[in-house]
Nanobody, 121 residues
Framework: QVQLVESGGGLAQPGGSLRISCVASGSILNVAAMGWYRQTPGKQRELVAAITSGGSTKYADSVKGRFTIFRDNTQNATDLQMNSLKSEDTAVYYC???????????????WGQGTQVTVSP
């Protein structure tokens, strides 16, 4: 069974930093892209950052210069380093993996369970 296991998150003050991590568990052969999305109540889930197996990255305009996405292809893992946090970064953050191969099974897309990030004085 393939799943994304998230860790990290929690509470930070404005201007502070947090790091969240995600590992794809199971017999993973390849993951084309991994990324992070976030969602607040009443709003659609939005892309925060994504990274391909080749290292190409994409960021939401709202986090450029503050957040950095990392990837470890050997561990099928991704981290999101969040600096200069703002109250509007408060959300549930979801790990996402696309085009994942595990044995003979292809997963177009899978999601983690989500981790809460709260930015408050």
């Amino acid at each position: 069974q393939v799943q994304l296991v998230e860790s990290g998150g929690g509470l930070a003050q404005p201007g502070g930093s947090l790091r969240i991590s995600c590992v794809a568990s199971g017999s993973i052969l390849n993951v084309a892209a991994m990324g992070w999305y976030r969602q607040t109540p009443g709003k659609q889930r939005e892309l925060v950052a994504a990274i391909t197996s080749g290292g190409s990255t994409k960021y939401a305009d709202s986090v450029k210069g503050r957040f950095t996405i990392f990837r470890d292809n050997t561990q099928n893992a991704t981290d999101l380093q969040m600096n200069s946090l703002k109250s509007e970064d408060t959300a549930v953050y979801y790990c996402n993996a696309r085009a994942l191969y595990s044995g003979r099974t292809y997963y177009p897309e899978i999601w983690g369970q989500g981790t809460q990030v709260t930015v408050s004085p």
